[in-house]
């Protein structure tokens, strides 16, 4: 039978937010007094906790983090959260898992409330039964904890994550995956680096929306 509960992840896999998310990141650093004017260097930003990202990708320690991260959602809350769309077949796609009976629910590391915001705005509220991201004073939660979490808010036990997948682009998707104990479904239209979703484990890699929808809805041996 096919899957009877999906995870999906936001950025990457249901809407291409490259641009909003590249721009407050670049206004964030300018901020901090850090240019980069190559905005595609920070592709990397796209996936991981922002407070993780400042960290890791430009040697920030606190409070510097902390005010990146502020000055970051200063201007995403006004404007950046709009510099998005969805990506061509998620609706369909989502409407067949629905027709089918699947449970479905979003475990995105962008603050839930934007989370929210941004599937009322693109009008794909009705299709999730739980939406859970992180929050506003903690954006360290790793994305396990968040693909748990949505788990428990969907009523899945242990003894039912057989039926149970993540879908992602990033090596963040993969890993809370695995280490929940669920398949992963990673996506190669989203911003992953060249081979990075090939190096973890995954049950499939979709080139496209069709391509996913197509695996999801078929019955698959397991």
């Known amino acids: 039978m096919p899957y009877t509960a999906v995870l999906f992840d936001l950025d990457g896999t249901i809407t291409d937010s490259q641009k909003g998310i590249l721009r407050c990141t670049q206004y964030a650093l300018k901020s901090c007094g850090i240019e980069e004017p190559d905005i595609q260097k920070l592709i990397c930003f796209i996936g991981p906790p922002l407070s993780y990202s400042f960290a890791a990708f430009y040697g920030m320690e606190e409070p510097m983090v902390s005010f990146a991260v502020q000055k970051y959602r200063e201007r995403y809350s006004e404007i950046g959260w709009k510099e998005n769309r969805v990506y061509d077949g998620i609706p369909e796609c989502?409407?067949?898992?629905?027709?089918?009976?699947?449970?479905?629910?979003?475990?995105?590391?962008?603050?839930?409330?934007?989370?929210?915001?941004?599937?009322?705005?693109?009008?794909?509220?009705?299709?999730?039964?739980?939406?859970?991201?992180?929050?506003?004073?903690?954006?360290?939660?790793?994305?396990?904890?968040?693909?748990?979490?949505?788990?428990?808010?969907?009523?899945?036990?242990?003894?039912?994550?057989?039926?149970?997948?993540?879908?992602?682009?990033?090596?963040?998707?993969?890993?809370?995956?695995?280490?929940?104990?669920?398949?992963?479904?990673?996506?190669?239209?989203?911003?992953?680096?060249?081979?990075?979703?090939?190096?973890?484990?995954?049950?499939?890699?979709?080139?496209?929306?069709?391509?996913?929808?197509?695996?999801?809805?078929?019955?698959?041996?397991?």
Do not use: W
Not at 203 to 210: E, P
């Open 94 to 222: 989502l409407q067949a898992l629905k027709m089918q009976g699947c449970q479905i629910a979003m475990a995105t590391s962008k603050p839930e409330l934007y989370a929210k915001q941004i599937l009322d705005y693109f009008q794909l509220t009705p299709f999730f039964d739980a939406v859970v991201g992180s929050s506003m004073e903690h954006s360290d939660e790793t994305k396990a904890e968040l693909m748990q979490q949505a788990m428990r808010q969907l009523g899945i036990s242990d003894t039912e994550k057989d039926h149970v997948i993540m879908v992602g682009d990033r090596k963040f998707d993969a890993e809370g995956a695995a280490a929940c104990g669920i398949a992963f479904a990673g996506v190669r239209y989203g911003y992953a680096p060249a081979g990075e979703l090939e190096s973890y484990p995954h049950i499939c890699l979709a080139n496209t929306v069709t391509a996913l929808q197509t695996f999801l809805t078929t019955p698959q041996k397991r």
